[in-house]
């Protein structure tokens, strides 16, 4: 009975080192069953890890119709329909060319103003215009866009939408030359009248724009853009340099299977 109660009394003075030992070796190794606890959670299922490319477009063309719109323009509102085809020599290196009709409806800030009388004795009216008179009076009445550009997508990344799933997206800048068709004054040859006229003018372009990739074929496409080009004044002889912002929204088609050397 005695050999008993010592063992007891032993067994209770030494469970307290031991129990001390083997906390400091869990604090020195860290909590492993927490850690094996998010391994294998399921918050583990919920978000995946994010790498590599899950959209490749080395070796591919890119076909793009599009629309764009007009920004904070004073005398026509332009949607212009038109299409873009681009190659990918390099994974962010892309070679485009691109073609677009306008339309053009009157700006909401549009006024036309005339004058009654003269002198002190002279009344003014103002009133929106129609685009009949607007036709070749106003300057940026855009018909035909057509252009080569130069696109470079240093960037691409991921965006987590509600922790399910991942939407990849590249963010590009574009420049590039462009040949502008516009309508301006001109004179008739015959009657030496001031009458509406087409030209051709050259220009250029500066950009970004962005993709979201919704499968390995199709991308969801905008891009801001400022085209810059000359257009006559109706003073002889005289030009002036407008810069006309563009937004663009169209839809990608890619073919051929992109490579990733």
């Known amino acids: 009975m005695k050999l008993t109660l010592r063992l007891l009394l032993a067994l209770c003075l030494v469970a ?9 070796e869990e604090e020195e190794a860290g909590d492993v069953s927490e850690v094996d ?5 399921p918050l583990r299922e919920r978000v995946r890890p994010v790498s590599g490319h899950l959209f490749l477009k080395k070796g591919r063309f890119e076909f793009s119709p599009s629309v764009s719109l007009s920004l904070r323009d004073a005398f026509f509102s332009k949607y212009i329909l038109g299409g873009t085809l681009t190659y990918h020599p390099l994974e962010t290196v892309g070679v485009s060319l691109r ?13 036309l103003c005339t004058f009654d009388g003269e002198g002190a004795d002279a009344t003014r009216g103002c ?8 036709d070749g009076q106003a300057p940026g009445q855009l018909k035909l866009l057509g252009g080569a550009d ?18 990849s997206f ?3 800048g574009v420049a ?9 004054p001109g004179l008739d040859p015959t009657t030496e009248a001031q009458v509406p006229k087409s030209y051709m003018t050259p220009g250029g372009n500066l ?42 929204l169209g839809v990608s088609f890619f073919f051929l299977n992109g490579s990733e050397s």
Do not use: C
């Open 207 to 248: 950009g970004v724009g962005a993709r979201f990739f919704l499968n390995r074929w199709v991308t969801l496409r905008t891009e801001v853009r400022d085209l810059i080009y000359v257009e006559k004044s109706d003073v002889p002889g005289e030009t002036y340099l407008r810069n006309q912002l563009l937004f663009e």
């Open 150 to 167: 130069v696109q470079w997508a240093p960037i691409y990344g991921k965006l987590s939408l509600l922790a399910e799933k991942f939407v």
């Open 37 to 41: 606890k998010d391994r294998m959670g």
């Open 99 to 111: 073609l677009g009709y306008a339309i053009n409806s009157v700006a909401g800030a549009a006024q």
């Open 176 to 184: 590039g030359a462009s040949v502008v068709q516009y309508r301006g």
């Open 16 to 24: 307290p080192v031991l129990g001390h030992a083997q906390s400091s």
């Open 127 to 134: 009133g929106k215009p129609t685009l009949n008179q607007l």
């Open 170 to 172: 590249d963010l590009y």
